[in-house]
């Protein structure tokens, strides 16, 4: 299973940006899929999942500016972050788990993508 995600750049305090990911390859049921971020020198971090029953998870200081949809049936998620600020500064991870043949919970990471936000 790979994971292909795009959208990352430099932007300033108060811009926006998309992220997008999309799966592919041999992918089982998915029970869950977002982003998780990591600023230097901090631990990685959730930012956004969505479960398997579409219910959707977010990071308490992102509430209101990020919104997470997914497309089930292409298997993508989009992060449209909105009002950035520079503490957002980042490189985003694209995360998916999912059901192996052997029924097997399964993670997968994207390389990230790096959002730098600007004063």
């Known amino acids: 299973v790979h994971l292909a995600e795009s959208g990352g750049g430099l932007v300033q305090s108060g811009g926006s940006l998309r992220l997008s990911c999309a799966a592919s390859g041999n992918i089982g049921r998915v029970l869950v899929m977002g982003w998780y971020r990591k600023a230097p020198e901090k631990e990685r971090e959730l930012i956004a999942i969505?479960?398997?029953?579409?219910?959707?998870h977010y990071k308490d200081s992102v509430k209101g500016r990020f919104t997470l949809a997914r497309d089930t049936a292409k298997n993508t998620v989009e992060l449209q972050m909105n009002n950035l600020q520079p503490e957002d500064t980042a490189v985003y991870y694209c995360y998916l788990v999912h059901k192996s043949l052997g029924n097997e919970d399964l993670s997968v990471w994207g390389q990230g993508t790096l959002v730098t936000v600007t004063s």
């Open positions: 969505v479960t398997s029953i579409d219910t959707t």
